[in-house]
């Protein structure tokens, strides 16, 4: 089995931990973060063994970081790059629940959590975190560091962009671009493609100027 380092202390990694232990997919060694106020505690059981840095210090270990927000992932993976930390190193934790079709690209460093579903010919690419019971259909492609809450669906063939967020119980419309740090609310249905950087909320979805809009004229 091999060891598994957690970066940052969060709410994700306690999610990650539960399901790590349950599969047994690998051994924790313990959590890197930078808050010098948390070294030598424990979150779980796991010790928090010191700054993100710290990771060089630990050759043997993979690692996967557990920072919710994909901006944040980007910053540690850039950062740790810059220090010389290899990409071989980076683990993907797939729960125990979940299946992963033939046919089906899993890159480095993701999370997918419970009974999160692929069905055919799905693209995940590196650092996308995917909450529990989230479905993703065929031909859909994920690219770096996007990030999914509970429950989201996407219909065939939709492509979400780099450190996209899409939000709770939101769905999404077969061949539908999400674009680039593009934002999703919870539980927008949407039927267009969003563009990079824009945040989209209700049903169907809209920009959100359009939408506060709309709403203030009823």
């Known amino acids: 089995m091999a060891d598994l380092i957690l970066i940052a202390a969060s709410g994700l990694a306690r ?9 047994g997919q690998f051994d924790v060694v313990g959590i890197l973060d930078d808050d010098p106020a948390r070294a030598g505690t424990a979150l779980d059981g796991a010790h928090i063994l010191g700054p993100v840095s710290h990771a060089l210090n630990l050759p043997d270990a ?13 910053r540690i993976v850039d950062r740790l790059a810059r220090l ?11 729960d125990a629940s979940v299946r992963l079709p033939e046919g089906c690209h899993v890159g480095r460093g993701n999370i997918l ?5 692929l069905t ?38 939709v492509r979400v962009g780099r450190a996209a967020y899409l939000g709770m119980n939101s769905c999404v419309r077969e061949r539908t671009v999400i674009g680039a740090g593009a934002i999703v609310g919870m539980g927008a249905v949407v039927l267009a493609d969003v563009p990079a950087g824009q945040t989209w909320v209700g049903v ?8 506060a809009i709309s709403g203030g004229a009823r």
């Open 15 to 23: 999610e990650v931990l539960a399901s790590v232990r349950d599969s």
């Open 62 to 74: 993979k690692v996967v970081v557990c920072v919710g927000a994909g901006s944040g992932r980007d």
């Open 84 to 94: 010389g930390f290899p990409d071989r190193r980076y683990a993907t934790v797939v």
């Open 113 to 117: 959590l419970g009974h999160v579903t």
């Open 120 to 157: 055919a010919g799905v693209t995940i690419s590196n650092h996308v975190v995917v909450m529990p019971g989230v479905t993703l259909t065929h031909d859909d492609v994920v690219e770096d560091f996007a990030t999914f809450a509970a429950g989201v669906s996407l219909g065939g063939g």
């Open 204 to 211: 169907p979805a809209r920009a959100l100027e359009t939408a």
